[in-house]
């Protein structure tokens, strides 16, 4: 069957089979930021935006996503154009073997656009779905966190008094 | 007690020397020590990682981020039962079934018993297993592999397959797998141990290792109390997000290519020659960008498989482990019943300390004897004791197998070591810290152990260079505030504890273990290093970098590193024993060193000037009083093209004659829940000594990290089994491993050290961290009710039985309430609370009396020690 989408602002026309995951379809189509952890949508490796929200896109079926956006990590940034968030996790010192980071920068993503000011709860809110066996996540937060600093501080938005991480 | 007479044969493998003079020898002789410059430009700063950009913006390729054309999908049919004989196998069905390629049973395979360990050859673990068995001795074990055009049809194929199976008694507890009764699992007669070690498969009976240093007997009649406890550290797994995966594909020279997540490439290359039976130059082994390993991916057990299937049709394969197979079928940590006996006196001096385990290696003996061997090593000469016994054994049972985890060993033995520590400061009546600052090992000294408990064989006699533990410990108090918390459970529903705990590793194994490096110079100026050490995320490429970068004397974003491909890079033993930094980057200054003379040589001759004359600076060579200069990228230019024309490049390698201990001292806080039994880990500090850290913010990921896979471990990673052995947990809904929500405040500090025999001062920190919070969570539950938990997890339902024991036996909380409500004193003076509360489980006078009755036979002499 066809499926279209918009993946990272490109209109794509994707030929799936009718139980294809959207994980899969993705990866297919060259999306390999998108990763298998455990395909059963615990560990949050696979997360890509659905139209601005966070989905486990190894539990999603293709087909499901008809006609709507998608975000993969790729689509956030590049090594010489990076997102706020991918050069916060840079600077952070949060990616190590760097598997979990397009899940987790997803689901930053999500929550940086939705709260631009969040709180380090927040962030540990966003995140609880993205598995990580090698950070810790402290730095991860810190990344997020410093992310929306620069973020705002480019938008002159205002922060408001951060709770203790 | 039964095995303590046995005698071991932990002998010197067998290496002959040659008799060659070292002025003429070929033979590299490695510096004992490194120079240390005046200065750090590299080294010793949080430089990027190098990798790190192409990581966060999905540009970075792991093994299944590439396209292959008509490649196959591999699945293995797992074992339903714990331990059987095939007795029939029949995969016409599921060879007809269309999308099938090949499938492959014991009968199609050839027969070559290995190991799947990824250590040094020869190893040393059993060589008890092979592609393929008639003998299935786990669930999840292998029965048959299906190479198909999708991973569904692969899938449906393997319910194809009809096997019968005669089911055979299994063995599940580590306790009784060595019984008479007890079913033999190894009882095929081809398997072995490749070097003379001791192997009694006939009783179950992996790997025995015994080790006396002075008389315990002895100690104990020397001390005061006489303490005994027997702790059972559980299974776990790595989880590793990005599972086990493997793409085998023939190249335009008809070799085999393994594309692999794995932390050892060229012993992989060496396992899966061996195991398929072709030479080594038929194979190559690339290690693309890795989801982490933790030590899961120290293990060869998806190559052999692909190259296979490749080998056999000719076409690409695929095999990517499920979740479900990495529980159930990869490797695990290896549980241990460990029992600890200890003599202490009044003073605050440690008597003896006998360590006896029984370690349970599953169906199969990776790593059996060396993870046994390291629960001594690499906690034992902590302490000072004169009377030192360490008798372990492992024991093969029909449960998941156990291999290389990250902590090695002294995750397991540590937990015990350390819990017992603060059951001997509390019998004493001495807090637990100043006990621990009384005994630990200090710089100058020596333990016996280092000599007498090698890998596999003889260690190596060392004393420490460099320890930075007693300010992991006073940092650690402060940011934990000890003083004011220690002994202060409050008086509600909810109580509160802190406890702590001493840690030391190895960095490397002393010498067993080789990196080697390779770079050459290009006419910019930049470098290309090769190497064969392994990164699976830990960032040793970029440290790596910053170590080449220091002794060239340019950035590290001028060296561009390409590491573990087997025919690209030269040898390294690959990512484990905590060897990276330590022994790989010893291998990089070797390397550079000789790149930076040939380079001063160069400029020289350009400059007219003296070799002698030049000095470096960041990518330039200048002539006496700076007068004149030349930059890297002229240098290799005429090199190249202009005059004497050469490559500036070396080759050079590494091995270490000492495996200098990284220190370090974690601290936890905790809320128990008296009604519940819950337990929130409210804080953790770790403090760790790793000598120089080369670069500091990923040294202190490696902490961050660590720590939290050991708080994980401590609270709630559990495997369940059912009666078969079938665990039926193999998913992260229900083996729970932290999330962010989960996480406590974790503190980490880094306290500078510098080891002279480590490049640039440095030490190892990959390991160490993952042992500290079972004892560290373990000591502050006993600080806040009383209770000693040696069954881990410390799950609720635990810690609310053990409430409720300890209010049976008329040891109510009540008395710690009690005694907390005493105007608080100085911590460091005051009676531990719980001391108090709760005398030790086991009294001392009843203690004192078993060891007497239990020590009949006369303590030997191990073969170590008769050695000296």
């Known amino acids: ?165 | 007690m039964a095995k303590t007479t046995k005698k071991t044969t932990v002998k010197k493998a067998a290496t002959v020397k040659p008799k060659v003079s070292p002025a003429i020898s070929p033979i590299p002789e490695a510096p004992r020590f490194f120079e240390k410059p005046e200065t750090f430009n590299q080294v010793s700063h949080s430089l990027t990682k190098v990798d790190a950009m192409g990581l966060a913006c999905g540009t970075q390729k792991y093994v299944a981020d590439v396209d292959f054309h008509n490649l196959l999908h591999i699945k293995v049919l797992g074992s339903p039962h714990p331990h059987a004989l095939i007795k029939s196998i029949d995969a016409s069905e599921a060879e007809k079934l269309p999308g099938v390629v090949a499938v492959f049973t014991w009968k199609d395979v050839p027969r070559v018993m290995r190991t799947t360990a990824g250590q040094g050859f020869p190893e040393p673990s059993p060589y008890d297993n092979c592609l393929l068995d008639n003998k299935v001795r786990f669930v999840g074990d292998r029965v048959a592999i299906v190479a198909a055009e999708s991973p569904e049809i692969a899938e449906e194929a393997c319910s194809l397959i009809k096997v019968q199976y005669q089911v055979l008694k299994a063995v599940f507890d580590p306790e009784k797998a060595r019984d008479k009764d007890a079913p033999v699992i190894h009882d095929e007669k081809d398997c072995r141990v490749p070097i003379p070690i001791f192997y009694d498969p006939k009783h179950n009976h992996c790997s025995h290792v015994e080790t006396r240093v002075g008389d315990v007997k002895k100690g104990f009649k020397q001390a005061d109390v006489v303490l005994e406890r027997t702790y059972y550290p559980h299974y776990a797994q790595h989880c590793a997000i990005e599972p086990h995966t493997c793409i085998a594909y023939l190249d335009e020279n008809d070799r085999l290519v393994l594309r692999s997540s794995t932390q050892v490439p060229f012993h992989a290359r060496r396992i899966t020659a061996q195991t398929l039976q072709i030479p080594i130059k038929k194979i190559r082994v690339i290690k693309p960008r890795i989801g982490g390993g933790f030590g899961g991916k120290q293990e060869v057990l998806l190559e052999d498989v692909c190259g296979l299937v490749t080998l056999k049709t000719r076409r690409p394969c695929i095999w990517a482990l499920t979740r479900a197979e990495e529980f159930m079928a990869a490797r695990t940590r290896h549980p241990m019943v460990v029992t600890i006996q200890s003599g202490v006196k009044k003073d605050g001096s440690i008597t003896a300390i006998s360590m006896r385990i029984i370690s349970n290696t599953g169906a199969y003996g990776s790593h059996a004897l060396t993870v046994l061997s390291n629960c001594g090593s690499k906690v034992l000469p902590l302490y000072r004791a004169d009377n030192i016994e360490f008798i372990g054994d492992t024991v093969y049972t029909n449960l998941p197998v156990a291999g290389a985890y990250r902590g090695y060993g002294a995750t397991q033995a540590a937990f015990a070591m350390e819990c017992q520590m603060d059951e001997m400061a509390e019998a004493i009546g001495m807090d637990p810290i100043k006990f621990r600052q009384l005994n630990h090992i200090k710089e100058g000294e020596s333990s016996p152990i280092f000599k007498a408990l090698g890998e596999g064989r003889e260690g190596v006699d060392m004393s420490i260079g460099s320890c930075g533990l007693e300010k992991c410990i006073s940092e650690g108090m402060k940011r934990i505030d000890w003083a004011k918390k220690y002994g202060k459970p409050g008086t509600g529903v909810k109580r509160r504890g802190v406890g702590m705990c001493c840690l030391m590793q190895g960095s490397s194994i002393p010498e067993i273990d080789m990196g080697a490096v390779f770079i050459k110079m290009n006419e910019d100026g930049s470098f290309n290093l090769l190497l064969g050490a392994t990164d699976l995320g830990t960032g040793s490429d970029t440290v790596m970098a910053q170590i080449a970068a220091e002794t060239l004397g340019c950035r590290h974003t001028d060296i561009l590193v390409y590491s573990s491909d087997t025919d690209m890079t030269p040898f390294d033993v690959g990512a484990y024993a905590s060897s990276t930094t330590y022994l790989s980057g010893g291998a990089v200054i070797n390397c550079a060193s000789k790149v930076r003379e040939q380079i001063v040589a160069v400029a020289a001759d350009m400059l007219g000037e003296k070799m002698q004359d030049i000095t470096i600076e960041e990518g330039a060579c200048y002539g006496k009083g700076r007068k004149s200069s030349v930059t890297f990228g002229q240098i290799c230019t005429y090199a190249m093209y202009e005059h004497k024309q050469f490559q500036i490049g070396a080759i050079a390698s590494h091995i270490s004659h000492a495996s200098p201990p990284p220190f370090a001292a974690h601290f936890a806080e905790v809320e128990v829940d008296t009604e519940t039994g819950e337990v929130k880990v409210l804080k953790y500090v770790a403090g760790v000594d790793c000598g120089n850290a080369i670069n500091p913010q990923l040294a202190d990921a490696q902490t961050q990290g660590a720590a939290l896979n050991g708080i994980s471990y401590a609270m709630t990673e559990e495997f369940i089994f059912s009666d078969n052995g079938r665990m039926l947990n193999p998913n992260f809904g229900n083996y729970k491993i932290f999330s962010t929500k989960d996480m406590p405040e974790i503190e980490t500090f880094l306290v500078p050290t510098y080891e002279k025999t480590g490049p640039y001062g440095a030490k190892s920190v990959s390991e160490i961290s993952i042992n500290g919070a079972l004892p560290a969570i373990g000591n502050a539950i006993r600080n806040a009710v009383g209770i000693r938990l040696t069954r881990p997890p410390f799950t609720a339902e635990k810690v609310l039985a053990a409430l409720k024991e300890q209010a049976k036996s008329g040891k109510k909380a009540s008395s710690v309430k009690a005694e907390t409500e005493k105007k608080p004193e100085k911590a460091s003076k005051k009676t531990p609370v719980a001391a108090k509360a709760e005398k030790p489980v086991k009294p001392a006078k009843p203690a004192a009396k078993k060891a007497k009755a239990s020590e009949k036979k006369p303590a030997k002499a191990t073969a170590a020690k008769k050695k000296k």
């Open chain 1, 1 to 165: 069957m066809k499926l279209n989408t918009r993946i990272n602002g490109r209109d794509l026309c994707l030929e799936i089979k009718p139980n294809a995951t959207l994980l899969e379809t993705l990866r297919q189509a060259g999306f390999k930021s998108v990763k298998f952890g455990c395909g059963e949508g615990m560990c949050g490796a696979c997360a890509v935006l659905v139209d601005g929200k966070p989905r486990t896109s190894c539990i999603t079926l293709a087909g499901t996503v008809e006609g709507s956006e998608i975000l993969t990590v790729e689509g956030m940034g590049n090594p010489d154009q990076p997102h706020a968030l991918q050069q916060a996790f840079v600077d952070a010192g949060a990616t190590q073997c760097g598997y979990c980071n397009p899940g987790s920068l997803i689901a930053a993503k999500a929550l940086l656009d939705s709260n631009p000011n969040p709180t380090a709860e927040d962030v540990k809110d966003a995140l609880d779905g993205n598995l990580c066996r090698c950070s810790g996540y402290v730095k991860r937060i810190e990344a997020v966190l410093s992310a929306a600093d620069s973020t705002a501080s480019t938008t002159g938005q205002k922060k408001s008094t951060r709770g203790k991480k």
